[in-house]
């Protein structure tokens, strides 16, 4: 079973920095694309950044410039610079990894538990 497990997130201040990680365990044979969604209260989850194994990245429009994101196949993890953030940044973010799922013979998604991201103005 494969399980991912975030860090990082916590409060900041408006204009501040936080990075957060996600680390994969578990059976892992093939990995194919990794990213962050966030999920602010009353809204749906949304897309932030995501990543190939290649190291193509796709970010959301209000991500852009201020965000970055990495990922180290070697270790199946996954990070997320955040500068610049704002109070409208603030939501649970949780990671989510693609992987082939032997079991199941096909791609299969799997989501982190989530970390707080609090930014205050």
């Known amino acids: 079973q494969v399980q991912l497990v975030e860090s990082g997130g916590g409060l900041v201040q408006a204009g501040g920095s936080l990075r957060l990680s996600c680390a994969a365990s578990?059976?892992?044979?093939?990995?194919?694309?990794m990213g962050w969604y966030r999920q602010a209260p009353g809204k749906q989850r949304e897309l932030v950044a995501t990543?190939?194994?290649?190291?193509?990245?796709n970010f959301a429009d209000s991500v852009k410039g201020r965000f970055t994101i990495s990922r180290d196949n070697a270790k199946n993890t996954v990070h997320l610079q955040m500068n610049s953030l704002k109070p409208e940044d603030t939501a649970v973010y949780y990671c989510?990894?693609?992987?082939?799922?032997?079991?199941?013979?096909?791609?299969?998604?799997?989501w982190g538990q989530g970390t707080q991201v609090t930014v205050s103005s």
């Open positions: 989510k990894m693609r992987h082939w799922d032997r079991d199941r013979a096909t791609w299969y998604d799997v």
């Open positions: 578990g059976s892992i044979f093939s990995v194919g694309s």
């Open positions: 990543i190939t194994s290649g190291g193509v990245t």
